[in-house]
């Protein structure tokens, strides 16, 4: 055993003397102060103060394990999501595509995002078989692999997202890391062990780690791995060798640790707080609760990649930025009083302040001590040669091997000072009453006098090329004059109308001229050839409220002004023609307003702000890349969450959509840049709605309201500190129109106005027609008066014409008659003469006979067809009355009487039933004949029958046959038909459709 320990000593200080790294302390002066550190305590985060664990997703947020449930922060803002049952959690591990494994007590599961960005918990409690139902708190989870691992007191379990492995130690495990690919676990009285092929081994000396915990490994170079124990320290272990890792300080209880940028290495305590050291070894910077942490107790450790360092504790959260481009000295550093002058003599840092002199002292951290002798209210510092002078409320003092030596009792109290470039060996000093000088003698300075003609106080002064004085009063605005016999002759100078510039009347006489600057008004020039000062646009580009310029020999230089409602610092160059300004020379805004500046170099800068000593990196490497993307955050629709952003929107599937009443969005949006968070800036643009994107501003959420339905596009950028704008976030949404305005609504509406015009159309051609019709109608109605009077004329000239006609006619063949009936009386005896008497009288019966017929188709009033039908059954009982054959008839409809008939068919029907009756009586030998009608409508017949011996078609009657009769009915459209067989015989007369509106005419 002794001889092990001996070996091991050896080879530690073989390794010491090899080792480049972290082994060699380096003995230098550390410039560093105090790191930035924010708090975040549970009113802030609304949740459990308790954090065990955090993690961080590929867009940058943040999550903690909370004893409240799963804590997360954007930069913006926090949000907490509820275990179910109100569990705490212990551990979390986030994974590459978003999910959340947490561990609990006897609780294992995941968050995942739903289609709507909204985490989501999924508990694998469930899984675990009966003998793990309580495997206790989950401390650690690692993904090894495709599988997860959970540690607890009790046990280690595997999840391979089909079924549980596990392994119980024999005494209990600490925590498992992954590291180059391997696994690692710590087994107490054990040492540290390796998981291969699902078996736990010691790895080769893990024994060496049995007696004290294991606490972190993290890759160092090559195969090597720095090991963390909870009381020894660090080890450098490659599987061959364990070589203990010398720090400036050593650590005990250590509970995290991890590798920062430049090499830097972080290590969390359990009860001191935080250790930052250098890659030497050197400590850099040790914080606590009296440095600013909330808590010293730690719990876990995550280092951002921008450097940055989250410590979950039990008092909350504490983030301590990364390699910030500025460094704060509070005045518990050894001095004290608001800071008025700064500058660097002989590789120190010396102060002016309210309350005296200080100078830099050896020792980490950057301590003062007062300047011996210099307790006097100090105001400006000069470098002159090489000495240090110094403008105190005193006078004027030389700070010389740490001691400030008063030039003269005889003094004001001075302001300012000014090396002559004109005057060699010579000073300024403006003071409460005017000008003064020092000269340089014999290696010494001395006070040699005021200088005349000006009695008011000078706070700032320049000299220009040709040796004039320009000088800042309090009282008397800016002066310009030269130095003859000892006294100043000078010339006020208008600035904006007024001579008066105020108590911070400042002055800079720059490699391109002279400038003035007052808190009261914009940068100024002066015009010689017009005597009047103007606003200076040559440095800035534009006019420019400044408050302070400060600049050195070589060209540098800070402009201090006001801009957009905050301050701003710009940093200069000189190219030899103008000055080349950084876009965005600081990363961060200083925590106040600066008062004074002191270039020290290219790199280094110096500010006053109030007590606060400022160390400024001018030129830092921010990182690569642009950092994490933007995100949008949170949508809101009517104040409801519609989206959560758990994920990517422009990944979302399906657009979303909204109604169009009362639309309203309010888009919440955050880049997770924590370094110089404040001055992150964001710029939108809503496609489909605005012109163009917005301007860059600091508000992180969007409304917008009432917006026209259609696609939309919702895009967002971000740009840090540093300028880098990084990818837009995009979120696509759609606004449904109203009711009135969908696609069916316009279909329907299409559908009203083809049917409103159909309907117009109809309409219109009704009325149209109707006009017509009644226009027609009108005309027919004109037509039928027209023809009523007509018939009605023709009527009254047949009716008149058959009375007439009859009166004379009958009246004649009356009267032949009557003198043929007294001369065939008279001629009884002659036979010959009685039988021509007797022929003529039937002839006279004859023509009687064919008169009233004649008369009768003529008489107007005996149109009918009912007329029609009387008039032949009157001719037939006529024919039968003195003949053996009974003739009858049954009637004829009433109706008949409305059916019109005209001439042609009275007479030609009329004529075809008296041939049907004369043959029957002259040739059938009937005893029986009958006349009928048959109607069924459309049709109508009339009939004569008789039963006699037939019809004789080959006889005539008169002349007038069977082919008369059938020429009558053609000429009347009718159908002739007879039926004729021995005792019965039938003359069916079929005519065509008459209706009670047929007129004479159409007949």
């Known amino acids: 055993m002794v001889k092990t320990f001996h070996t091991l000593l050896l080879l530690c200080i073989l390794y010491l003397m090899a080792s480049p790294g972290y082994g060699r302390a380096q003995n230098h002066v550390n410039v560093h ?20 664990f955090a993690g961080r997703d590929s867009n940058g947020t943040l999550f903690f394990a909370n004893s409240g449930g799963l804590l997360e922060y954007d930069g913006v803002n926090w949000r907490l999501t509820a275990m179910p049952g109100g569990q705490a959690l212990f551990s979390l591990k986030v994974l590459p595509d978003g999910t959340i494994w947490v561990g609990g007590h006897d609780e294992i599961g995941f968050f995942k995002a739903d289609p709507g960005g909204k985490l989501v918990y999924n508990s694998l409690g469930p899984t675990l078989p009966d003998s793990l139902k309580s495997p206790g708190r989950i401390r650690k989870i690692v993904l090894f692999g495709n599988n997860l691992f959970f540690r607890s007191h009790k046990y280690l379990l ?25 696994f690692f676990i710590w087994e107490a009285k054990k040492g540290l062990l390796e998981l291969k092929k699902e078996h736990l081994a010691l790895v080769s000396g893990g ?74 070894g050197s400590l850099a910077q040790r914080l606590d609760s009296r440095s600013g942490l909330a808590d010293d107790h730690g719990n876990h450790l995550l ?25 704060v000295f509070k005045n518990n550093r050894g001095y004290s009083g608001k800071i008025r002058g700064i500058t660097k003599h002989k590789g120190k840092i010396y102060l002016a302040t309210s309350d005296g002199l200080f100078m830099q002292t050896d020792g980490a951290g950057l301590p003062f001590r007062p300047v011996e002798g210099g307790n006097a209210s100090a105001w400006f510092l000069l470098r002159a040669g090489e000495s240090l002078l110094a403008a105190t409320n005193d006078g004027v003092m030389a700070i010389e091997n740490g001691r400030a030596r008063l030039l003269s009792t005889d003094q004001s109290k001075t302001f300012f000072l000014l090396s002559s ?122 006019p420019a409220r400044v408050f302070n310029i400060s600049h050195d020999p070589a060209g540098r230089l800070w402009v201090l002004r006001h801009r957009d409602k905050r301050n701003q610092y710009h940093y200069a160059r000189w190219d030899g023609e103008k ?36 160390r400024y990196k001018t030129r830092i490497n921010p990182g690569p890349g ?112 109203p009711l009135y305005r969908t696609p069916a609504a316009y279909f329907i509406y299409t559908l009203l106005l083809i049917l409103g015009v159909i309907t117009v159309d109809r309409v219109r051609s009704l009325q149209i027609k109707r006009k017509t019709e009644r226009e027609t109608t009108r005309k027919l109605q004109e037509l039928e008066r027209i023809n009523h009077a007509r018939g009605e004329a023709r009527r009254q000239i047949r009716k008149n014409t058959s009375i007439d006609f009859h009166d004379e006619l009958g009246h004649i063949l009356t009267k032949l008659s009557l003198m043929t009936e007294l001369a065939r009386r008279a001629s009884r005896n002659n036979n010959d003469v009685s039988r021509y008497l007797t022929n003529i009288s039937r002839g006279i019966v004859d023509l009687t006979t064919g008169v009233k017929d004649f008369v ?105 046959g069977l082919g008369n009769m059938k020429r009558r009915a053609r000429k009347i459209g009718a159908t002739l038909a007879i039926e004729s067989q021995p005792g019965k015989t039938v003359v069916i007369l079929k005519l065509k459709p008459l209706s009670s509106q047929n007129t004479p005419d159409e007949l």
């Not at 005494?171 to 690919?181: D, I, R």
């Not at 909870?230 to 995290?256: C, E, M, N, V």
């Open 207 to 280: 024994e060496f780690f049995k007696k004290d915990a294991v606490t972190a490994i993290l890759p160092y170079s090559g195969k090597r791995l720095l090991i963390a124990t909870w009381d020894k320290g660090f080890f450098l272990y490659d599987s061959a060798s364990i070589h203990p890792l010398p720090l400036q300080t050593d650590i005990p209880r250590i509970i995290d640790a991890a590798v920062l940028s430049g090499g830097r290495l972080a290590v969390l305590t359990y009860s001191r707080g935080l250790f930052i050291f250098n890659k030497g």
């Open 421 to 542: 470039r004109h005057r060699p060996n010579t000073v300024f000093c403006g003071t409460e009453d005017g000008l003064a000088r020092l000269r340089l003698i014999k290696g010494r300075w001395q006070f040699a006098g005021k200088i005349k003609g000006l009695e008011n106080e000078v706070r700032n002064m320049v000299e220009d090329t040709n040796g004039l004085l320009w000088l800042g009063t309090r009282n008397a605005g800016y002066l310009r004059g030269r130095i003859e016999n000892g006294q100043l002759l000078f010339r006020p100078l208008t600035v904006n109308n007024s001579r008066r510039a105020g108590a911070n009347a400042g002055l800079a006489r720059l490699k391109n001229g002279i400038f003035f600057f007052s808190r009261l008004g914009r940068l100024n020039r002066y015009d010689t050839l017009s005597g009047r000062f103007f606003a200076d646009t040559t440095l800035l580009g534009k």
């Open 303 to 327: 280092a951002g990649s921008g450097g940055d360092i989250w410590l979950s504790n039990n008092l909350g959260i504490s983030r301590v930025a990364g390699e910030l481009p500025y460094t």
């Open 158 to 182: 595997k999840w391979d997202h089909k079924k549980w492995t596990v392994w119980k130690p024999r005494t209990s495990f600490y925590k498992p890391f992954v590291v180059n690919g391997r």
């Open 626 to 737: 642009p950092g994490y993307p933007t995100q949008i955050r949170r949508v809101y629709f009517r104040d409801s969450v519609v989206f959560h952003g758990h994920k990517p929107a422009e990944n979302m599937r399906v657009p979303y959509t909204f109604p169009h009443p009362n639309n309203a969005l309010r888009f919440e949006y955050a880049r997770t840049s924590f370094l110089g968070a404040e001055g992150n800036r964001y710029r939108y643009y809503l496609e489909g709605y605005d012109p163009g994107w917005s301007a860059w501003s600091t508000e992180t959420q969007k409304n917008y309201t009432n917006l026209y339905e259609g696609d939309y596009r919702f895009h967002v950028q971000s740009m840090d500190v540093y300028g880098r704008i990084n990818r837009s976030a995009l979120f696509v949404f759609s606004i449904l129109p």
């Open 579 to 614: 000055y080349l300004f950084d876009e965005e020379p600081f990363s961060k805004p200083l925590p106040r307003i600066a008062q004074t500046v002191y270039i020290e170099n290219d790199s280094i800068s110096w500010f006053g702000a109030g007590s606060m000593l400022i």
């Open 856 to 960: 009768w188709m003529l008489d107007s009033e005996k149109d009918t067809l009912y007329d029609t039908l009387i008039r032949i059954k009157e001719f037939g009982d006529s024919l039968f009355e003195y003949s053996s054959i009974s003739f009858k008839t049954p009637g004829f409809p009433q109706s008949f009487d409305k059916i019109k008939t005209d001439t042609t068919l009275r007479r030609n029907m009329t004529m075809i039933f008296k041939e049907a009756m004369n043959n029957c009586l002259k040739y059938s030998g009937a005893s029986e004949a009958e006349l009928f009608v048959i109607s069924e409508p459309p049709l109508l017949e009339v009939r004569f029958r008789d039963n006699g011996g037939g019809f004789k078609p080959d006889r005539d009657g008169g002349g007038y």
């Open 33 to 52: 102060g105090t790191y930035d550190v924010e708090n975040f305590l549970p009113a802030d985060y609304n949740g459990n103060s308790q954090n065990w």
